[in-house]
């Protein structure tokens, strides 16, 4: 009989994308983040990230937003400022998946929204540190207004292979 090994479910934590005053228009990018998936590791890992959960809060006078957007995750930092409109070549060829968030993936009210996806898995290789860039393709943007403090975040859980 063969037996598999058990691999428990980790978890990134909760990341910030874009932060409160943080503008990000149609087609822009968010600034890059770094989250280590090593556990305090030295060694790199592999895994697969299995889900996502995507959160907006609203601190400020503005509406709460169904954000569609595109989650880019690269296992080299791409250096993205807030509100930059492209990737470098160099950039683009670091990209490892692409996860998509419509505004029908969102569940919202007056204090905050989710968006859970879970049928987009995302096999990583070796590395240390996995880093995300979110692009805002929503005609509204993030912070596009006096008196937004919009946030966006995210979360998600990973099997770790080595």
């Known amino acids: 009989m063969l037996y598999l090994p058990v691999h428990p479910i980790q978890e990134l934590g909760l990341t910030e994308l874009v932060g409160i005053d943080e ?18 590791s030295d060694q790199p890992v592999s895994g697969e990230i299995m889900s996502f959960a995507f959160y907006a809060t609203e601190d400020g006078t503005g509406a709460v937003q169904d954000s569609a957007g595109e989650l880019y995750i690269l296992d080299a930092d791409p250096a993205v400022a807030s509100g930059d409109t492209a990737l470098s070549a160099a950039e683009w060829v670091t990209v490892i998946a692409k996860v998509e968030v419509t505004a029908a993936d969102w569940t919202t009210d007056t204090a905050g929204g989710v968006a859970y996806i879970y049928d987009t898995p995302v096999p990583f290789h070796n590395v240390k540190t996995l880093y995300f860039v979110w692009k805002q393709t929503d005609a509204t943007g993030l ?9 966006l975040e995210f979360n998600a859980w990973f099997l770790r292979y080595s």
């Open 143 to 151: 912070n596009d207004a006096a008196g937004d403090d919009e946030q």
């Open 23 to 40: 503008k990000v228009d149609q087609n822009d990018y968010s600034g890059s983040v770094g989250v280590s998936v090593a556990s305090g």
